[in-house]
């Protein structure tokens, strides 16, 4: 059988994602080994870590992708919206060794639409005489 990497890659956030490996980093390894992988790394980059491992195969990597302890660590990375990718291979690089970018939240840099102001209402006050 031919062995499978697998490669989780958390981005920096509000806070950065080496704090979420000193939280989390241990329980990730120590739940990888009880549930068979066979190798396993962790590589720092600038815009946040890479958390490899190997697995006899893909019904091992799914055992341990559903872990509760696993969820839950994937559950509190940094930027929970932009900031997690998961894959099969290895990774952490761009394939022509440009540094990844995070990607832009939607509608970065939009300018909001114009309003028109709400006409002015103005009211005179007329005095009445009898008639």
Do not use: C
């Not at 790394?41 to 990597?61: R, T």
């Not at 509190?76 to 060794?97: K, W």
Request: proline share 10%; hydrophobic share 45%; net charge negative.
């Amino acid at each position: 059988m031919s062995e499978q990497w697998w490669s989780i890659e958390v981005l920096n956030g509000p806070f950065s994602a080496a704090r979420w490996q000193d939280a989390h980093g241990r329980a990730l390894i120590e739940a990888a080994f009880s549930n068979g992988a066979k190798d396993w790394g962790w590589h720092h980059q600038e815009w946040g870590v890479v958390f490899e491992v190997q697995f006899e195969d893909e019904d091992a990597w799914l055992r341990f992708r559903q872990l509760p302890g696993v969820q839950a660590s994937l559950d509190a990375v940094p930027d929970p919206v932009n900031g997690l990718l998961v894959y099969p291979g290895r990774g952490g690089m761009t394939s022509v060794g440009l540094p990844r970018r995070r990607p832009q939240p939607l509608g970065a840099g939009a300018a909001p639409l114009p309003v028109e102001p709400e006409p002015v209402i103005v009211a005179k006050l007329v005095a009445l005489t009898p008639a």
